[in-house]
């Protein structure tokens, strides 16, 4: 028998004895073992459906084949700095706008965050994703979520939406790609038309990770900063590269935010599965201080320290 028909026999079998030990042996030693020697030569990026409770005990359903998703599925987190900072930041009664929802990772853990009081507003441009993220809203009873299927942007437009191969589909764009396929036409608006003004009021975070279109989301939200708390923070993944097709750089960026009085923080990211089998807490965010030569996550705040 092949070696890829054996597998795929019993992958059903062994993936999910493999998640038991990455997820809750105490043992990094073996946790390393398993992934180096086993998961990632023969089954890494099998197809493997699954649904799973997360570290804040949210339950997600997906794809092992996903990058995003395979990392919930085997650890239970995804970004853990990130994930870390959240928490810390978020109480009950705030608000957690959510640009770039994906399958719904960080706004199910904003849901448990805000209480039945606050509210979280998932933004998804792909309808295939969409689906996905309301899937994952409704397993959870998340009343406290609500999901929108609609782009954001600095003015109303229709803009065309791109979809990422299925080993990452979290890089799904309105930018075109090589590499990607045309999904479908989606409306855009700017968050001003989207985020009701009570809700803005009320926002602690905005996260913002939507491939390359960046600047057109932070350019759109700008006008609304004059209503939002003083405390507010803005979480933005910025990559130098998507950038630069749109005549818009990290630095510009940066320089545009120091003038409304944000300070901005780098989130350390290390996406190897080693590092997770190994992260213990968090990393706070620490000032950028160098040029960003690679895809980041900046966290804007109007905190003034070396770290927040």
Not at 66 to 80: A, K, M
Not at 103 to 113: D, K, N, P, R
Request: proline share 5%; net charge neutral.
């Amino acid at each position: 028998m092949p070696l890829k028909t054996a597998l795929k026999k019993i992958r059903p079998i062994f993936i999910p004895a493999l998640r038991i030990i990455i997820r809750y042996s105490p043992f990094e030693s073996i946790k390393s073992i398993a992934w180096k020697n086993i998961i990632e030569p023969f089954f890494e990026f099998s197809k493997y459906s699954y649904i799973a409770s997360t570290v804040f005990d949210q339950t997600i359903s997906g794809n092992t084949q996903d990058q995003i998703q395979r990392y919930i599925y085997y650890f239970g987190v995804w970004e853990p700095n990130l994930t870390t900072f959240i928490k810390n930041r978020l109480k009950e009664d705030d608000v957690f706008i959510d640009v770039g929802a994906n399958i719904g990772y960080f706004s199910l853990l904003a849901s448990t965050l805000v209480g039945r009081t606050g509210k979280v507003i998932a933004i998804e441009a792909s309808p295939k994703i969409y689906t996905l993220l309301g899937h994952n809203i409704n397993r959870n009873q998340c009343s406290n979520v609500s999901a929108l299927n609609i782009a954001v942007s600095d003015k109303e437009e229709i803009l065309k939406v791109f979809t990422s191969p299925d080993s990452n589909i979290g890089q799904t764009s309105v930018l075109p790609n090589l590499d990607f396929t045309y999904e479908c036409d989606i409306s855009a608006k700017p968050l001003s038309s989207i985020v009701n003004v009570d809700d803005f009021k009320k926002a602690r975070l905005i996260k913002i990770d939507v491939e390359g279109a960046e600047w057109s989301v932070l350019s759109g939200l700008i006008p609304m900063l004059e209503h939002a708390r003083s405390d507010i923070e803005i979480i933005v993944e910025l990559s130098p590269d998507r950038l630069k097709d749109t005549d818009m750089s990290v630095e510009k960026i940066i320089l545009n935010f120091k003038e409304l009085g944000f300070n901005p923080y780098r989130i350390k990211n290390d996406y190897s599965a080693q590092s997770y089998i190994t992260w213990k807490k968090l990393e706070h965010p620490e000032r950028v201080s160098s040029k960003v030569i690679t895809k980041t996550d900046i966290v804007f705040s109007k905190e003034d320290s070396e770290l927040i």
